[in-house]
């Protein structure tokens, strides 16, 4: 039978269920990555499940988010990261190797593979043709510890790429721009895109993977590429062509959809604030004076996008009012460039240096000013994420960031008179794993060092037979998980500390919601109603835990994005979702709910009747779990689940 790739690589790792649209399936996984901000718990989840050593072929703990070290908090979770590596069988990441996404892309992803990571844009390692998702800590803490990964079959969309891009003014960013505006950030829940078409073979795997790392903005599991030329030689070139397969859909293999794209009747394109979706063609803004520009981050941070950056600094100098910010993505990247004389170029036209981390893309230092305006290379752009409230931030091209830096103004790369180099990946890089350090053959005398800002798992009580709550938020449409459980230079820090963290639950959004909430938490706790598609955004699970844990009960929604769902559900937290929309309109923030007869209902129909207490009103909502979801909730999570069925 003609299959596509997403289907061969299922099928050699399927060891449950069927390759069936909608249908619910098990997978072996071979790789495993996670990331300082999502990884202190997932450790600890890891420790809590109380399995010597991880089970996976390949684990890796990066750090790579909490980089600023402004009291002792981030410099103790990157030990305790680095012990527990050590003693769990990880390989771990240190500090300064680099963002996850890029580090993993150089070193470890593989076409044909399947990985996962604690993270969302997890899928970056699509451009190498292998399947990679992102999901909660406590989903990848069990899949270190044995189980395997259980999804429902997405929907397999083909992107069918037609022509050639118009480089060097016009960039793989362009290409995920252009789709965000086609599709929203919702048009990709419960799909993977899988590349396709003569236009693929002109794209380098970094420039892939820029595309595959923002399918995360559709909303989509994932996203893949074909295996190639180009992904022969650039496994090549980084040391590793024994990783190479060959890999591409057969002939007449189904898709659910395609969607042509001409590459080359693509211009550059930018997304204005506050969501990766709101995109135009920088054309339609040109003009507009510009504050800040940040370059870098797990979107564009390859060798090709950076040395073009260099190229187009060099000899020019940043406008008067511009700060311009350089976060090369790894340290392969920026040794290199450092080493051809080009980090030298970007600081004498102005630039500001920072080390390879998130850096500015999560708050972590170098917030714009009030109501300023920035222009970042970057994937998101939800309002107050760069640690102001009311910056404007803009999502572009690394070449349209590099010519607004000169220029001081929003600039169509077309018409900015400024010559820019074409760039292709190298021959050769720079191969040195002094920051990677490999697990040791046994863990077992090796002792995890904890500093006191890292805190238990907290665990949630058994699910009651009747939720009798208050609706503490009703929200709109697109709640992100940055608006649930913000991040920042302040927040972030709290991340392996749930109790101190549960404080800042919705703080831009409600600043009275924790305290609320804690007040609620003896009359039975509280509901969330939320629009479409909520939780988008982030995979971190403190984005259900610390609700959980100030007692959010239930969040009703009209619909979720796939990543949060999860980790409601794995903090046994039910997810509902309206029967009839409509009813979103009838309920309030401060209205009493009470369902009754959960558990049957749970086991049953799913069909759950809501009654709005003090008035006849009463609505039906839906559970839409699948069979392996419901036990989860049964038993209280994820965490509570593993441990009864070791
Ligand atoms: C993000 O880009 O929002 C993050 C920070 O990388 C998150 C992970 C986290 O919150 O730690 C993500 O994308 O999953
Ligand atoms: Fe880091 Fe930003 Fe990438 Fe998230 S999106 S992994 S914060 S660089």
């Known amino acids: 039978m003609a299959m596509n790739i997403v289907e061969k690589i299922f099928a050699s790792h399927l060891t449950e269920g069927q390759i069936k649209e909608g249908a619910p399936l098990s997978l072996a996984v071979d790789q495993v990555y996670t990331q300082d901000a999502t990884g202190t718990m997932t450790w600890l989840e890891f420790e809590a499940i109380g399995i010597e050593r991880v089970k996976v072929p390949l684990a890796v703990s990066y750090v790579d988010h909490n980089m600023l070290q402004s009291d002792f908090m981030n410099a103790d979770d990157h030990l305790f990261l680095q012990t527990a590596a050590a003693k769990f069988g990880a390989y771990f990441s240190k500090p300064g190797n680099g963002i996850c996404h890029q580090v993993h892309l150089e070193r470890f992803a593989a076409p044909g593979k399947i990985a996962l ?20 800590g406590l989903e990848a803490a069990t899949v270190m510890a044995g189980a395997a990964l259980e999804i429902n079959m997405p929907k397999v969309v083909k992107v069918n790429l037609i022509g ?42 970094t420039e892939r993977a820029t595309i595959t790392n923002m399918g995360a903005e559709l909303g989509a599991t994932t996203s893949i590429f074909p295996s190639d030329g180009m992904t022969y030689k650039y496994l ?84 008067p009012e511009v700060s311009l910010m350089i976060n090369p993505g790894s340290k392969q990247v920026y040794e290199m460039l450092s080493r051809e004389g080009l980090i030298a170029d970007m600081i004498a036209a102005g630039s500001r240096i920072m080390e390879s981390s998130c850096g500015p893309c999560i708050g972590m230092g170098a917030a714009p000013g009030s109501g ?62 002094a920051l990677l350090l490999a697990p040791p053959e046994s863990g077992s005398d090796l002792t995890i060092i904890r500093g006191p800002n890292i805190k238990e798992v907290p665990i949630k009580d058994p699910l009651s037979d009747i939720i009798e709550a208050e609706i503490i938020l009703k929200t709109g449409d697109n709640v992100t998980t940055d ?86 559900i794995n903090f046994g937290i039910l997810p509902l979702v309206f029967k009839d929309s409509s009813d979103y309109a009838r309920v309030n923030q401060g209205d009493r709910l009470r369902i009754e007869g959960v558990k049957e209902s749970l086991k049953g129909s799913q069909t759950f009747t809501i009654r709005v207490l003090g008035t006849e009103s009463t609505f039906m909502a839906l559970g839409n779990l699948n069979e392996r979801e419901r036990a989860l909730i049964l038993s209280g999570g994820l965490l509570q689940h593993t441990r009864q069925h070791r």
């Open 236 to 319: 090549k070139a980084q040391g590793r062509e024994r990783d190479w397969i060959e890999l591409s859909a057969d002939e007449g293999a189904y898709y659910a959809e395609t969607i042509d794209l001409d590459l080359s009747s693509l211009e550059p394109m930018i997304a204005c604030p506050h969501s990766p979706d709101n995109v135009k063609p920088i054309k339609e803004l040109t003009g507009k004076k510009v504050h800040q520009v940040c370059i870098g981050s797990c979107t564009n941070s390859s060798y090709q996008a950076m040395k073009t950056v260099a190229l187009i600094l060099k000899g020019n100098v940043v406008a």
């Open 117 to 136: 990571g604690t993270d969302s844009h997890t899928p970056t390692q699509g451009g190498m043709g292998m399947i990679a998702i992102g999901v909660g």
């Open 483 to 568: 608006d649930i459980m913000p991040a920042g230079s302040k927040i972030l820090p709290l991340r392996s500390n749930i109790p101190a963290i549960s404080d800042f639950v919705f703080r831009n959004l409600d600043e009275s919601f924790a305290k609320r909430a804690a007040q609620l938490k003896e009359r039975g706790g509280c509901i969330i109603i939320g629009g479409d598609n909520y939780g988008q955004g982030s995979s971190r699970e403190h984005a259900a835990l610390a609700p959980m844990y100030l007692g959010l009960q239930a969040v009703i929604a009209k619909s979720f994005a796939r990543i949060h769902r999860s980790n409601l």
């Open 372 to 433: 300023q305006v920035s222009v970042r290379s970057y994937n998101r752009n939800f309002k107050g994420r760069s640690g102001t409230k009311d910056a404007e931030i803009y999502l572009t091209n690394p070449v349209a960031c590099a010519l607004m830096a000169i220029k001081g103004f929003i600039v169509d790369p077309r018409n900015a008179h400024v010559d820019i180099p074409l760039v292709e990946e190298p021959e050769d890089f720079l191969i040195s794993n």
């Open 164 to 205: 050639s891009l118009k480089k060097p003014h016009v960039t793989a960013m362009d290409v995920i721009l252009t789709l965000l505006k086609m599709l929203t950030v919702k048009g990709g829940v419960g799909k993977i895109f899988e590349y396709g078409g003569e236009g693929v073979k002109g794209l380098s795997i």
